[in-house]
């Protein structure tokens, strides 16, 4: 195979959508498993929506998902890397007028109502367009066959001149791809099923300017979960945007496995893969044809197995990076988080591990872990409710409280065998008593086990949580 060369081509113009996020890595894995080169080119011709926060939030999500890339503006915004530059399309006009007189002077592009065409051979002759209401002129050619490496063959039609610069003097995005792509060597074009639409224009200009196209593989497209409505997702939906994964500290490497498996099989059944294995046994022929459904409790529960497998180490630097973020309210959550990063480290640590098995991601840890951090928590309201309703809830805390001080607190299976000694002296259960301890000492019925909350929280907080309940209860 000869030296691969892919792109991802964004455009600075909004946040930074899961489908682009998509395009990036199957474009980068591609690279990385042919020992080829990952290009990033910005798009940025469009003067009136660029804006530099949104190309820094290109850099940024890249950088942050793991997808270096090989040739393209460096990530700090000053200089760039790789020799086919300017890797920005707003300072390539001058090689674009190039391509534009080559087309001019060998008959391929005229002008017309200040606009430039590309011309398309073949015999011409005029119809009347129903649709726009007026005679047009087209031209018989044979159909563009596209060899796409993932949908097979595609046979698309062009039958009429296209401009490729627009009367104000711009160029439109088809010329400006191929010429980029012409320029920056690409040999392989990955992009979404929805340009597979452009193909036979980009092929038909690769034609008149004398170049072999690329290889083209057109990806599924990504679709909304069936309870999000039906279609294409958006950047409105749920879900669709990578700084919100950012934002919920979700890991890198669990949304970019995630990702990977939208629309390629690795041809098991295998699901968590490290992104070694992804690299190694990506492909072309082996991504789907058919469009795939964004599935966001299927990546929760991708993000919770890493939580579940990181070393401590790094989970309490995630957990301390979460806290450490500033809060939009005031609430007792908020509370609780600042003094959490005030707590002693050995407790804090204590504390993260407990809740590492239970959560999903890391923004659950505020409202998982607040009571442990601050007597001011919040009672939920069902919960009371339905504790309170079963049994006799008060007669039970009265007597966990008497029974508290001679309990032995030095592990969880002495707590559980103090708790089980009380409840067999009454003729009762430990379930009779977990329910409202829990419920008294940390607001909730939620957490890890009684017996963690109570040695972790320790005899006399235990004892005066207990003893504060009924009030406000």
């Known amino acids: ?54 190309l820094k939030l290109i850099y940024d999500s890249l950088t942050w998902l793991g997808l270096d890339w090989d040739e393209g503006p460096d990530p700090s915004g000053v200089g760039e890397r790789g020799g086919f530059g300017p890797y920005r ?30 011309k398309l051979l073949g015999e011409r002759y005029k119809v ?66 929805d340009h597979l639409s452009n193909t036979s224009k980009h092929v038909r200009l690769y034609e008149g300017i004398g170049v072999t196209p690329p290889v083209f593989a057109h990806i599924p497209l990504i679709l909304k979960a069936p309870e999000m409505g039906q279609g294409k997702m958006s950047k409105r ?26 629309g390629w099989n690795p041809g098991d059944d295998r699901e968590k893969m490290p992104i070694a294995d ?12 058919s469009n795939a459904k964004f599935d966001g409790r299927k990546l929760a529960n991708m ?7 990181q070393p401590a180490d790094r989970f309490l630097a995630l957990a301390r990076a979460y806290f450490a973020r500033p809060e939009a309210e005031a609430s007792a959550v908020a509370l609780a988080r600042a003094d959490a ?30 009571y442990f951090f601050t007597d001011d928590f919040p009672i939920d309201a069902k919960v009371k409710e339905k504790v309170m309703a079963k049994g006799d809830p008060q007669a039970r805390l009265a007597e966990l409280i008497a029974a508290i001080p001679a309990m032995d607190f030095s592990s969880d299976p002495a707590i559980e065998a103090g708790i089980k000694s009380l409840a067999e002296g009454k003729g009762l259960g430990f379930g009779d008593y977990q329910a409202v301890a829990r419920l008294a000492v940390s607001g909730t019925n939620a957490g890890p086990s009684i017996t963690s909350i109570f040695r972790v929280l320790g005899k006399e907080r235990v004892k005066a949580r207990l003893q504060k309940f009924p009030a406000r209860a």
């Open 303 to 309: 993000n919770m197995t890493y939580l579940l497998e």
């Open 1 to 54: 195979m000869s030296q691969v060369r892919v792109r991802f081509a964004p455009s600075p113009t909004g946040f930074f959508h899961i489908g682009s996020a998509r395009t990036a890595l199957f474009n980068w894995l591609y690279a990385r498993h042919t020992g080829g080169t990952f290009i990033l080119r910005i798009e940025d011709t469009d003067q009136a929506r660029n804006s530099e926060a949104y």
């Open 89 to 118: 399309q707003s300072q390539r006009g001058d090689i674009y007028q190039r391509y534009k007189q080559q087309l001019l002077a060998s008959g391929r592009a005229y002008e017309k109502d200040g606009a430039v065409w590309f």
């Open 237 to 262: 939906d749920k879900g669709a945007l990578i700084e919100e994964y950012q934002q919920r500290h979700f890991l890198p490497e669990a949304l970019v496995n995630y990702l990977s498996l939208l």
């Open 278 to 289: 992804i690299v190694k046994l990506f492909d072309l022929p082996d991504v789907n044809q």
């Open 128 to 193: 009347f367009d129903d649709h726009r209401k007026k005679e047009v002129e087209k031209v018989r050619t044979a159909p563009v066959v596209i060899h796409d490496r993932i949908r097979g063959r595609v046979e698309r039609q062009e039958d009429e001149d296209f401009v490729i610069f627009r009367s104000d003097g711009n160029p439109v995005f088809h010329f400006v791809n191929v010429v980029d792509d012409i320029e920056m060597k690409v040999s392989h074009i990955i992009r979404g099923e």
């Open 341 to 370: 990063l005030k707590a002693d480290p050995a407790y804090f640590r204590e504390i993260m591990l407990l809740a590492q098995p239970k959560i999903k991601s890391i923004d659950e840890l505020g409202a998982y872990t607040a």
